[in-house]
Nanobody
Framework: QLQLVQSGGGLVQPGGSLRLSCAASGSTLDNHAIGWFRQAPGKEREGVSCIRSDGISTNYADSVKGRFTISRDNAKNTVYLQMNSLKSEDTAVYYC?????????????????WGQGTQVTVSS
């Protein structure tokens, strides 16, 4: 059974960078699209970025385009979200997810497997 384990996150000043990791256990990520989502207090969970199994095709929310980069290393069974030029509005709990297509990045409940979540706080 596919399980996703997240690492990274933390507190960073505005303009700073963080990298989130999403590693798989129990199965490989090779054939899975992986999505990154976030949920800020009092707000709904939203799709941030997605990478297809080919490792080439990616999607980004307009709010993070040009600042965030999603990538995958199938040899390490891990997907990454590099976050640069962070803003206070990026503060949220971030989740990775699998078992859906990137076409459904805007519909979080479609995704069947979720990481445990990691807090990202952007503050001076």
């Amino acid at each position: 059974q596919l399980q996703l384990v997240q690492s990274g996150g933390g507190l960073v000043q505005p303009g700073g960078s963080l990298r989130l990791s999403c590693a798989a256990s129990g199965s490989t990520l090779d054939n899975h699209a992986i999505g990154w989502f976030r949920q800020a207090p009092g707000k709904e969970r939203e799709g941030v970025s997605c990478i297809r199994s080919d490792g080439i095709s990616t999607n980004y929310a307009d709010s993070v385009k040009g600042r965030f980069t999603i990538s995958r290393d199938n040899a390490k069974n891990t997907v990454y979200l590099q976050m640069n030029s962070l803003k206070s509005e990026d503060t949220a709990v971030y989740y990775c997810a699998a078992q859906a297509a990137c076409d459904y990045l805007h519909i979080p409940f479609v995704w069947a497997s979720w990481g445990q979540g990691t807090q990202v706080t952007v503050s001076s």
